[in-house]
């Protein structure tokens, strides 16, 4: 089951996929991708000799025209399934209608409260005890597709950010991957009666 991540920074989530589902159950990281040069990621991908694109905006006319050459390299990679970690830019319809059903990103958020950027600040301006992660299908919304998997944690006493996201960070390791291996397993359907819920088998 090859899949391609893309990621734009730090990439502690396309590490976590890297240790934990990479070479594991059919499932093979074939390609890295990012629209930052020198993200840290793409590093990180090098180590484990997958092989790594940068699509800078600045070397293509348009979106339309980097995200074209983005999903020519992913397909030439032979990946079905597009992960994206930390991936800080919107894809186009032209990008996701050539991947239907088949990206998906993680939001440090229990969507769809606090979707977008700066979701953790937004949930702790807002004042919430509880906070999580959403692993969901990409739609041309920003943060708005079907829900795959949630997990909520309880942090009443939070203060800053940086708190938050250390819990936040540890669930994302555990469940970016696990998103990944259900899909693997064909274990993730869209429900044909309402499109906006997934279908797990347990
Ligand atoms: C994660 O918090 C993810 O939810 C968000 O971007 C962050 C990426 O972190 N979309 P990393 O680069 O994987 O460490």
């Given at each position: 089951f090859?899949?391609?991540?893309?990621?734009?920074?730090?990439?502690s989530?396309?590490?976590?996929?890297?240790?934990?589902?990479?070479?594991?159950?059919?499932?093979?990281?074939?390609?890295?991708?990012?629209n930052?040069?020198?993200?840290?990621?793409?590093?990180r991908a090098?180590?484990?000799?997958?092989?790594?694109?940068?699509?800078?905006?600045?070397?293509?006319?348009?979106?339309?025209?980097?995200?074209?050459?983005?999903?020519?390299?992913?397909?030439?990679?032979?990946?079905?399934?597009?992960?994206l970690?930390?991936?800080m830019?919107?894809?186009?319809?032209?990008?996701?209608?050539?991947?239907?059903?088949?990206?998906?990103?993680?939001?440090?958020?229990?969507?769809?409260?606090?979707?977008?950027?700066?979701?953790?600040?937004?949930?702790l301006?807002h004042?919430?005890?509880?906070?999580?992660?959403?692993?969901?299908?990409?739609?041309e919304?920003?943060?708005?597709?079907?829900?795959?998997?949630?997990?909520?944690?309880e942090?009443?006493?939070?203060?800053?950010?940086?708190?938050?996201f250390?819990?936040i960070?540890?669930?994302?390791?555990e469940l970016?991957?696990?998103?990944i291996?259900?899909?693997?397993?064909?274990?993730?359907?869209?429900?044909?009666?309402?499109?906006?819920?997934v279908?797990?088998?347990?």
């Amino acid at each position: 089951f090859p899949i391609a991540v893309l990621a734009s920074g730090t990439g502690s989530n396309l590490q976590a996929i890297l240790d934990s589902v990479h070479g594991r159950e059919g499932i093979e990281v074939v390609a890295v991708g990012s629209n930052v040069a020198d993200a840290p990621a793409l590093e990180r991908a090098r180590r484990a000799g997958v092989p790594t694109a940068a699509f800078p905006l600045a070397d293509h006319p348009d979106r339309a025209a980097r995200d074209a050459a983005l999903a020519d390299w992913i397909e030439r990679q032979g990946a079905g399934l597009v992960v994206l970690a930390g991936y800080m830019q919107l894809l186009t319809p032209g990008f996701l209608a050539r991947f239907p059903q088949a990206v998906v990103n993680v939001h440090p958020a229990l969507l769809p409260a606090f979707p977008g950027l700066r979701a953790v600040e937004q949930a702790l301006e807002h004042g919430v005890r509880v906070f999580g992660v959403t692993v969901h299908f990409v739609d041309e919304g920003v943060d708005t597709g079907p829900i795959i998997l949630q997990r909520a944690v309880e942090l009443p006493h939070a203060r800053d950010a940086g708190e938050v996201f250390e819990h936040i960070h540890a669930i994302e390791h555990e469940l970016l991957p696990e998103a990944i291996r259900l899909i693997a397993r064909g274990a993730v359907s869209v429900d044909p009666a309402n499109p906006r819920r997934v279908l797990l088998e347990p």
